[in-house]
């Protein structure tokens, strides 16, 4: 059974740099699809991007001049970095992971953590 | 980017009776090729990630309760919950899968009556 956990600052200044990290336990980050999702506090869910097999990648158009996905396969570790933060990028980062083949269903999450811009 | 509107945005349903709820794509997402429509629903509980429960409109994720069941083809999708149960209060979005970049619906909020 995969676990993901994401962590890192809790609160980031505005036109800061927002960085989080998705620690996969039970089983490889290889060969599968993950993805960083969001949802700002009582609000719905929007996909950030994804990155298969430690390059490929494709991110949001409205926030892809400012993301990048990285993979640590030594680590077991997905990264997000968003610069240029503001309070509209407050939310609850979640990791999730698809499948070998498909990145577009999100089977496991991560519990989320939430990040806050201010300040 | 594909939009995804869902509806209502709040319900009540006594326990034991149908909950329904409805989402539109702003295109269609039914894949003529395959004739498979690119539509997932996932419910949230308070506090917790989301969780897949359908996709491709109708397949239901392993483990899920039969209870859940999605239905409709190109714009037009409904999930139903035949049998309400005191566990299945959640906010529930849609999603579609047809394109990138991948949308969700803004949730709809499920409670007991």
């Known amino acids: 059974q995969v676990h993901l956990q994401e962590s890192g600052p809790g609160l980031v200044k505005p036109s800061g740099t927002l960085s989080l990290t998705c620690t996969v336990s039970g089983g490889s980050i290889n060969n599968f699809y993950w993805s960083w999702i969001r949802q700002p506090p009582g609000r719905g869910l929007e996909w950030i991007g994804y990155i298969y097999y430690r390059r490929d990648t494709y991110y949001n158009p409205s926030l892809k001049s400012r993301v990048t996905i990285s993979a640590d396969t030594s680590e077991n570790q997905l990264s997000l970095k968003l610069n240029s933060v503001t309070a509209a990028d407050t939310a609850v980062y979640y990791c999730a992971r698809s499948t070998e083949t498909r990145s577009d269903l999100f089977h496991d999450w991560g519990q989320g953590t939430l990040v806050t811009v201010s300040s | ?113």
């Open chain 2, 1 to 113: 980017d594909i939009v995804m509107t869902q509806s209502p945005d709040s319900l009540a349903v006594s326990l034991g009776e149908r909950a329904t709820i409805t989402c539109k794509s702003s295109q269609s997402v039914l894949y003529s090729s395959n004739n498979l429509n690119f539509l997932a629903w996932y419910q949230q509980k308070p506090g917790q990630p989301p969780k897949l429960l359908i996709y491709w409109a109708s397949t239901r994720e392993s483990g899920v309760p039969d209870r859940f069941s999605g239905s409709g083809s190109g714009t037009d999708f409904t999930l139903t919950i035949s049998r309400l149960q005191a566990e299945d209060v959640a906010v529930y979005y849609c999603q579609q899968y047809y394109d990138t970049p991948y949308t969700f619906g803004q949730g709809t909020k499920l409670e007991i009556k």
